[in-house]
């Protein structure tokens, strides 16, 4: 025989039994019947809510009403929110979260936007049209079922009238049914406006997600310069200290520079791993406030310590600073750097170590910053293809900064990134 599915258990029982609720709590005819079955309960506690807002306008008399309609008002937000569960779970109608007025700081900042936002009221709007429907549920079933019974009980049934009567008293149940459903159906397509998000709500949330969308971009604009050049640079050392260890050619072991080169190694990976872990905890945290920038951003002072380890590295790379740098705003200074940045790393990238030259002149009301390398002498030593991706990102900022990037090779062989900013602009 086969196993039985009935439930042994209580543990099996309580789980039968929630997935019954589940499935008539759920979206469609069960989830529609529910919501018309709880709207006369409802509709009574609205009523009364109404009731004790007006109690509350008139015991303001009495100097205790102020107390009393704020207490009506926040009862008000919180059946809204009930309301807007209750939509969603039976109807899948998508409302939108309001504001969370008990959220926001302080005491008075509360009762202000509790009284004086537009949620609060439309909420009570949303309280009068539950009355509504309440009485509408009521009256089409009273009328629904007053029919029936007249049908049933107070005409004489015989051969001749019992199908017609039966027809018609079929067509009362189906035409009473229809009314309720699109009672329902009316409820649905008119919470969404009272309660979810105002426009200025929505205007503020979309002000949000476009500020987050930008602050993602520059954290995966500075992943892909940091890191990038972190990586190369490592890259190099490492393809450094390997050939300073291999004797080859006459060549004499040099130990010093592979302990010069692991160290560069060590610290750019840990730089590495530090700024990564910054992002990820700035990118999982992204819906909470932020608590600033994901890494200090770096300036035309860290040029040095930029190219020092590249040097090491073995290649011979030279910075020139013309003029007065130091009254840059941070945002030019910043984009100047991730020039000097990107077009070093892209000359290990594509031409291994030909000598090159990084410069910053400051002519009257803009900044330009060039990097340009020789043609490559060892093509094999290229540490790896880049993706273009660097070029492109910096040519939108330099872009939204007002200014111009443009990259192209020399007419010697080698290659040339520079970048015209505006001292006015920010990256």
């Known amino acids: 025989m086969p196993p039985s599915t009935f439930p042994r258990t209580a543990a ?5 039994l929630r997935a019954v609720v589940a499935t008539a709590a759920g979206p469609g005819w069960p989830g529609r019947v529910l919501y018309a079955l709880a709207a006369v309960p409802i509709g009574a506690l609205c009523l009364a809510i109404y009731a004790a807002l007006v109690g509350a306008v008139v015991a303001v008399v009495y100097g205790i009403g102020v107390l009393l309609i704020l207490l009506v008002l926040a009862s008000v937000r919180g059946f809204a929110g009930l309301d807007r569960r209750l939509a969603r779970t039976l109807l899948a109608v998508d409302i939108p979260d309001g504001e969370r007025v008990r959220r926001l700081p302080g005491v008075l900042t509360p009762l202000r936007r509790l009284v004086l936002s537009a949620g609060t009221w439309r909420a009570l709007g949303w309280v009068g049209v539950r009355v509504l429907l309440g009485v509408a549920t009521i009256a089409t079933s009273f009328f629904g079922t007053a029919v029936l019974v007249g049908l049933l009980d107070e005409v004489g049934w ?23 459903d699109l009672v329902v159906r009316l409820a649905a397509s008119v919470a969404p406006r009272l309660l979810g998000a105002g426009a200025e709500q929505q205007i503020a949330a979309l002000q949000q997600s476009s500020r987050r969308l930008a602050d993602r971009n520059k954290l995966a604009r500075d992943l892909h310069d940091t890191i990038g050049h972190s990586l190369t640079a490592s890259l190099l050392q490492a393809t450094a200290a390997r050939r300073t260890l291999t004797p080859a050619d006459g060549r004499p072991v040099q130990p010093d520079f592979a302990r010069q080169a692991l160290g560069h190694i060590e ?19 992204g819906d909470g406030p932020s608590e600033g920038p994901a890494f200090a951003a770096p300036s035309l002072a860290d040029l040095d310590d930029l190219l020092a380890g590249l040097r090491d590295g073995g290649l011979p790379v030279a910075l020139v600073i013309d003029g007065e740098v ?3 705003p941070p945002g030019v200074q910043e984009l100047a750097y991730r020039v000097v940045q990107e077009g070093t790393t892209n000359v290990l990238r594509h031409a291994g170590c030909p000598l090159t030259v990084a410069q910053v002149v400051r002519s009257g009301d803009t900044l330009d910053v060039r990097v340009v390398n020789e043609r490559a002498s060892q093509l094999d030593s290229r540490p790896g293809p880049g993706g273009g991706r660097g070029l492109a990102g910096l040519r939108e900022r330099a872009a939204a900064a007002g200014g111009t990037l443009r990259a192209e090779p020399t007419p010697t062989g080698g290659f040339e990134l520079c970048a015209t900013l505006p001292l006015a602009g920010a990256a």
């Open 158 to 180: 015989n051969l001749v009238n019992a199908l017609p009567l039966l027809a018609l008293a079929a067509l009362d149940v189906v035409v009473t049914l229809v009314v309720l």
């Open 326 to 328: 130091d009254d840059v």
């Open 267 to 285: 610290t750019n990976t840990r730089a590495a791993l530090a700024e990564l872990d910054r992002v990820l905890t700035v990118l999982r945290d």
């Open 12 to 16: 099996e029982i309580a789980a039968r």
